[in-house]
């Protein structure tokens, strides 16, 4: 299984990067796996050699979504990542922001989303300290678990 601890992780990228790899990093819920998350992955990996997800823990899910959130465990959901031919590794996280795991890893490269904006990222001076790159991807309109959960409970009614 490629889901590492915190302490794996960090190890395994300092090897990476003597070894001259790229190493990617992102992040996020990955809640109900789609089309956008997919795509987005794929455009992530192609930014580096390795490419590390960090999956937000349950706690971390329901501080940031609410309460009935997450839908799928936070196991499952790093597993499901493992499985996509695209991604190297998961680490999950417990903290809200990616700041901490980022300051471990200390990843070539952090990408995120289109809806993001890298200089409102909490993680940019650190990304940028350790003398990594933020990359802001091409997001996929209209692709959200947001919007799949929302046309689920729509269907209920």
Known sequence: MNILTREEASELVKKLKKNSKKVVFTNGCFDILHIGHLRYL???RECGDILIIG???DDSVRRLK???RPINSQDDRAELLCGLKAVDYAVIFTED??????????PSIHVKGGDYKKEDL??????????GEVRILQLVD????SN???K???NQN
């Open 42 to 44: 794929n455009e992530a």
């Open 55 to 57: 999956v937000n823990s």
């Open 66 to 68: 609410g309460s009935t």
């Open 97 to 106: 922001t990616p700041v901490e795991i980022i300051e471990a890893l200390k």
């Open 122 to 131: 909490p993680e940019t001076v650190v990304v940028e300290r350790n003398g």
């Open 142 to 145: 209209g692709k959200s678990t």
């Open 148 to 150: 799949v959960v929302k």
């Open 152 to 154: 689920i409970t729509e």
